[in-house]
């Protein structure tokens, strides 16, 4: 076991999923307040039919040419959904669950004609779809972890912005901030936080390194800069114990790994979270009630005495 954790390859793995859950835990943060966390799973799912199709035009599996067709996939997803709320009465959620449905059943269909195909089977694709960071290799690492920073680093030197374009866009366009260009910013962020993380969770559940980690943060504070950092902190250590898990295993997927280890930090954070946690509103409670029962037992007294 440790020398499969000790090597280096693994241990190159294990730092791009770390930094990747790191990635997805801040703009999953952003996704959470815009109320967009469905948006997520729509666009990841949307993303399949261009990782076939960037394979089947190169004829080779490079990740950084699947990651361009993923990202142009989903962009291509991300303006159907906006082009079907504008010009049909279909509300935001169906109008997703449509793009979500029919781009996902065009990337299987397409997936099976490739591995019916000469060598079809070998190509690896099939680990796009629960992922699978045990084939990655040195370059798939680099670009991941380069694309990973990148969005880091785009949220973090804009950290002000991004928080009036999230609370209060009207004060923010009174700034003479453009809320067009901030929304145009904000999906490519996400596309790109989506796409370099569909070889490692997998297009189905990459949604969720989005989803839990920010609503796990939310349990622990009500400062969105903390949250944003805890929410981080949970995306890192799902990514690097769930790769870690995997990698143990023979073939095993990591995706599902990544998936449970942000799930049991949900779990610690259901439970014990300051701010809502379950324990603690079972303490709260139980406090007040003792304190009634004080207030309760002071008044009875105050009467008795009254009365004498």
Not at 48 to 66: H, W, Y
């Amino acid at each position: 076991m440790w020398s499969i954790l000790l090597s280096s390859n693994t241990q190159w793995v294990l730092i791009s999923t770390m930094i990747l859950g790191i990635a997805a835990g801040i703009i999953g943060c952003l996704a959470y307040w815009r109320k967009q966390s469905l948006m997520s799973d729509a666009l990841a799912h949307a993303s399949l039919p261009g990782v076939v199709l960037a394979f089947l035009v190169v004829g080779e599996k490079n990740l950084f040419i699947m990651i361009i067709g993923a990202a142009i996939s989903a962009l291509l997803g991300a303006f159907f959904i906006q082009w079907i709320q504008t010009v049909t009465r279909v509300s935001a959620d169906t109008a997703m669950g449509m793009v979500l449905s029919v781009f996902f059943g065009l990337g299987i269909m397409l997936l099976t004609v490739v591995n019916r195909t000469a060598g079809g089977n070998q190509s690896g694709l099939d680990g796009f779809i629960f992922g699978q960071a045990a084939s990655m290799v040195r370059s798939d690492v680099y670009t991941m972890t380069s694309l990973a920073l990148f969005v880091i680093f785009v949220v973090v030197i804009g950290f002000k912005e991004w928080k009036l374009y999230l609370f209060d866009a009207g004060f923010a366009k009174g700034l003479g901030l453009s809320l067009t260009w901030m929304n145009m910013l904000y999906t490519a962020v996400l596309v790109i936080t989506i796409v370099i993380g569909i070889q490692a969770v997998g297009v189905i559940l990459i949604a969720a390194l989005l989803i839990i980690p920010p609503v796990s943060a939310r349990y622990w504070t009500q400062s969105f800069k903390w949250m944003v950092l805890l929410s981080a902190l949970v995306g890192g250590i799902a990514g690097s114990a769930g790769t870690a898990i995997s990698a143990l295993g023979s073939g095993w997927p990591t995706g599902p790994f990544i998936v449970v280890a942000a799930a049991a930090c949900f779990v610690i954070s259901l439970l014990f979270g300051k701010e809502k946690g379950v324990l603690i509103q079972y303490m709260q409670f139980k406090a007040q009630k003792r304190q009634a029962e004080r207030e309760r037992l002071k008044a009875q007294l105050y009467t008795k005495g009254a009365e004498s």
